[in-house]
């Protein structure tokens, strides 16, 4: 092949127009319509010329029509799949912000949808024929369910701390312990948050040590809340000591303020009965006398992206209204789902079965161990010669923040590559990218020279395996 064969090829590459006639492609205009089809199709074209000037001869087999339209089809595709979809999380953390935190139940799913599509009733009461309250659909059960006399539901917990603060301390003193001014991820720490909210902070006590003398120290003119942060990623021990809500309250009675706990997780059920660590509950927290408390709805709550603010009805009703609640508002789409959450919680007994966060953290690990004992032939099948896998123990985490020393005993499969000995992580590097290349990408974790896969969340078993043959080696 001599190189002055390359022009006479290249003018055998057809033009966008004919490309765009083929019955192929002319079906992906119908579905995809025509500027994405043409942009796709400039695109192979121009990689068909640019690979026959490089390659000669040898690209000629890219430049047939039925190659182009081939080529157009799997550019389009990849193009239109959305940026944002379904994952398998077997990184062994069950609430994983970056895999989007709890799953929702059915329930919860089917609500969103029968809104999603057309009108609802969101801020409008069908029995009184007026203007309603979008709130309206999920406080009756927070009450229910936290023994509060009001709640409000914001877009998160952090924008309920932030409403709070800034309807209840606007240019006042909040006094929060040096133990308890938490960084939550990167960009939610509470001395910025108090900061950005109008409020003025005032550290009290010492970060392992604070007494109730030292909140009475801090009261002053301008002091408007004591603020209790429940450590949920970290845990103060040894030589250390905080002031029980119980007793705070009775101290901010006392001294004509408010206690507002943010307790970050909040559950609304005792997690005791499902085996589980303790954890405070919502309603403890407001029986020892906290006056606001608040809390995420998609960590051990399980349901959609939220925060509530739940407690005293007059500084519920202040913070409603905060012209600020209206840019921290509810979509109708997570009112729908939230309201099935919580409903589910009224229901304790089958609550395990039900909700996804609370079914995956209470799964016993020998039922998880014998989900990984099926599993292992299959994937050790499809990784053929370029790896090992076995089933091993392990210990998953609760994650986003909760519980976090605790440990729930798991069960993995461990791959290790079989060319890449410890210290050489190319080949583990290529089977952890393999896994996130498939079509619902598996995410795992990396410990010691191998992949670990924890299955304490994997519930579509059928799923996972079917399209692990996509690994088998080309
Ligand atoms: C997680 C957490 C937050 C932030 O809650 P989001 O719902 O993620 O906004 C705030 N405070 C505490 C103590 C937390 O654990």
Known sequence: MGSRDVPSIQAAVPSVDRVLRLTAVRSLIETHGRPVATEAVRAVLDDVRRRLSAEGEAARPLSTQKAIAARVLATIEERSAPSLRPVFNLTGTVLHTNLGRAVLPPEAIKAMVAVAG????????????????????????????????AACVVNNNAAAVLLTLNTLALRKEVAVSRGELIEI?????????????????????????????????????????????????????????????????????????????????????????????????????????????????DKLLGGPQAGIIAGRADLVARIRRNPMKRAM????????????????HTDPDRLAERLPTLR????????????????????????????????????SQIGSGSLPVERLPSAA??????????????????????????????????????CILDLRCLEDEAAFADQLVHLRPA
């Open 118 to 149: 057309g009108p609802s009733n969101l801020e409008f009461d069908l029995d009184a024929g007026r203007r309603g309250e979008r709130d309206d659909h999920v406080e009756d059960f927070v009450l229910r369910l936290t023994g509060a006399e």
């Open 185 to 297: 991820g990167g960009s939610f720490r509470m001395p910025d948050i108090m900061a950005r909210a109008g409020s003025r902070l005032r550290e009290v006590g010492t970060t392992n040590r604070t007494h109730a003398k030292d909140y009475a120290a801090a009261v002053g003119s301008r002091t408007a809340l004591f603020m209790k942060v429940h450590t949920s990623n970290y845990i103060v021990g040894g030589f250390s000591t905080a002031v029980p809500v119980g007793e705070l309250a009775a101290l901010a009675r006392d001294h004509g303020v408010a206690l507002v706990v943010d307790l970050g997780s909040g559950t609304l059920i005792d997690l005791d009965r499902y085996g589980l660590p303790h954890e405070p509950t919502v309603a403890e927290t407001l029986a020892q006398g906290a006056d606001l408390v608040t809390f995420s709805c």
């Open 329 to 344: 508002r509810l979509d109708k789409m997570t009112i729908a789902a939230l309201a099935q959450v919580l409903r589910l």
């Open 360 to 395: 995956h953290l209470s799964r016993p690990a020998e039922e998880i161990e014998a989900q990984a004992r099926r599993l292992m032939p299959i994937l050790a099948g499809c990784l053929a010669e370029t790896a090992t896998v076995d089933v091993s123990p392990c210990q």
């Open 413 to 450: 499969l461990v791959i290790r590559p079989v060319t890449g000995k410890r210290g050489s992580g190319a080949a583990l590097k290529r089977i952890v990218r393999a896994l996130r290349g498939l079509p619902v990408p598996v995410i795992g974790r990396m410990h010691d020279g191998a």
